[in-house]
Nanobody, 129 residues
Framework: DVQLQASGGGLVQPGGSLRLSCVGSGFSFDSYTIAWFRQAPGKEREGVSC????????YYADSVKGRFTIASDVASNTVYLQMNSLEPGDTAVYYC??????????????????????WGQGTLVTVSS
C-alpha cells in the first residue's frame, strides 16, 4: 500500500525559503516518479516539479524554474522540494504524489494530476508579509 507523508509547510515572507519533505513507504521508492503539486484557493491543482528516482531526471513548471529544486534520497525514501525566492503567488497547499512512470510530451513533463495514482496529504505554504 503506497503511502506518502508530506511536511515542511509554513508561513514565510516574500523572498524567503522553505523546504518540503515527502516520505514514501509501501512501494519501490527507487523505481517511481515522485512529484509535487500545489493547489491555491479557487484554482486547479497544478504540477510543480517531479523527479524520476531511478535516474535522477527532474522536471519543473516554468513558473518555478530557477527558484525551486527537487531532490530524492533513495536511502531514506524521501523527496525534498527546496523553495527559494518565494512569492505570494506560490501560496498554496502542496501535495506529493507517486506514479510508476513519468508522462512526457516530448521532453516536457505533462504535469497532469491524473497521471498520479497515489497522493499524500497536503502541507500549506503561505507567502505573505
Amino acid at each position: 500500500d503506497v503511502q506518502l507523508q508530506a511536511s515542511g509547510g509554513g508561513l514565510v515572507q516574500p523572498g524567503g525559503s522553505l523546504r518540503l519533505s515527502c516520505v514514501g513507504s509501501g512501494f519501490s521508492f527507487d523505481s517511481y516518479t515522485i512529484a509535487w503539486f500545489r493547489q491555491a484557493p479557487g484554482k486547479e491543482r497544478e504540477g510543480v516539479s517531479c523527479v524520476v528516482t531511478s535516474d535522477g531526471s527532474t522536471y519543473y513548471a516554468d513558473s518555478v524554474k530557477g527558484r525551486f529544486t527537487i531532490a530524492s534520497d533513495v536511502a531514506s525514501n524521501t523527496v525534498y522540494l527546496q523553495m527559494n525566492s518565494l512569492e505570494p503567488g506560490d501560496t498554496a497547499v502542496y501535495y506529493c504524489a507517486a506514479a510508476p512512470h513519468v508522462v512526457l510530451y516530448g521532453t516536457r513533463w505533462s504535469r497532469k494530476p491524473r497521471d498520479f495514482g497515489s497522493w499524500g496529504q497536503g502541507t500549506l505554504v503561505t507567502v505573505s508579509s
